[in-house]
């Protein structure tokens, strides 16, 4: 047991953070993401005896991918929707931007907005940029780990970051707008 032991953490620990920072996007509370990663470790460790990946990422990833969406449809179900390519209208997502201009003025530097930008996607949206912008993952990666085929990722990274730049644009336009005022 003890060889297992060490073979695991050897092998996932490294992509703890990696795990930690999908899962917090994903259910987007701190506190629940700790939570998501400690279950999905513990899973990890159930079943990594049979695990016969040579890159373990993204099957750690997989597994708290899952996690936190299990979670989500039990605690937040509202978020998760069927966002078909063919179905989606990006008219409807709710635009998170419509901010007042004092909300504008407290905001600090343009990470706080991307960030805000980000959370604001819908969880498949942003579980995709997440995985590529920030884990550096390869699409055929992100498509083992969401379940879908790799047009799919495509497609979802190339609609998230339409929305990112709609979203951005509109916070700069009205921030221009205030700095006119």
């Given amino acids: 047991m003890d060889e297992l032991r060490n073979r695991f953490e050897a092998t996932l620990l490294p992509h703890i953070d990696a795990s930690y920072n999908l899962a917090r996007w994903i259910v ?9 990663v400690q279950e999905s470790l513990l899973r990890a ?16 990833l997989t597994i708290v991918r899952h996690t936190c969406f299990a979670w989500l449809k039990s605690h937040r179900q509202g978020e998760l929707h069927d966002y078909s390519l063919d179905q989606m209208d990006l008219e409807n997502i709710p635009d998170k931007t419509d901010c007042n201009p004092e909300t504008l003025a407290i905001r600090k530097g343009e990470e706080a907005m991307l960030q805000e930008a980000i959370a604001a996607l819908p969880v498949v949206f942003r579980e995709a940029i997440i995985l590529r912008e920030f884990e550096d993952l390869s699409y055929r990666e992100i498509a083992q780990i969401a379940g879908v085929p790799i047009g799919t990722v495509m497609s979802r990274l190339a609609r998230a970051r339409r929305l990112l730049f709609q979203s951005l644009g509109a916070i700069n336009r009205a921030a221009e707008w205030e700095d006119l005022r």
């Fill in 45 to 60: 460790l159930r079943y990594f005896s049979r695990c016969r990946e040579s890159n373990v990422r993204p099957w750690l």
């Fill in 28 to 36: 987007r509370d701190a506190a629940v993401a700790d939570d998501m």
